[in-house]
């Protein structure tokens, strides 16, 4: 199916910067929605960002103005700028993709998510 690597996470302090990254690879595909999610310990995974194949995006409101996705659609990677981090930010972040891929003939439908990078804040 589609396969999806994370990098960028880390150890930064409160008020720091961080830029992860995802890389999507694979057979034929086609990616119709990109995001980043994330799971803080004891609590339920979270949305954080999303954009879609046409531009549109939308954040969580704990992140507004503080967090931006983009994406490489040439790549097919996608990235959040993490800015003005705040302890509660502190969390495993995970990217999730969904589109479609072409398997015997057909196009199918496929859901992927990374395997997650630790993003830790210090205050």
């Known amino acids: 199916q589609v396969r999806l690597v994370e990098s960028g996470g880390g150890l930064v302090q409160a008020g720091g910067s961080l830029r992860l990254s995802c890389a999507a690879s694979?057979?034929?595909?086609?990616?119709?929605?990109m995001g980043w999610f994330r799971q803080a310990p004891g609590k339920q995974r979270e949305l954080v960002a999303v954009?879609?194949?046409?531009?549109?995006?939308n954040y969580a409101d704990s992140v507004k103005d503080r967090f931006t996705i983009s994406r490489d659609n040439a790549k097919n990677t996608v990235y959040l700028q993490l800015n003005s981090l705040k302890p509660d930010d502190t969390a495993v972040y995970y990217c999730?993709?969904?589109?479609?891929?072409?398997?015997?003939?057909?196009?199918?439908?496929?859901?992927?998510w990374g395997q997650g990078t630790q993003v830790t804040v210090s205050s």
């Open positions: 999730n993709a969904e589109g479609t891929y072409y398997r015997s003939s057909i196009w199918q439908t496929f859901g992927s």
């Open positions: 694979g057979v034929i595909f086609r990616i119709n929605r």
């Open positions: 954009t879609t194949s046409g531009g549109s995006t």
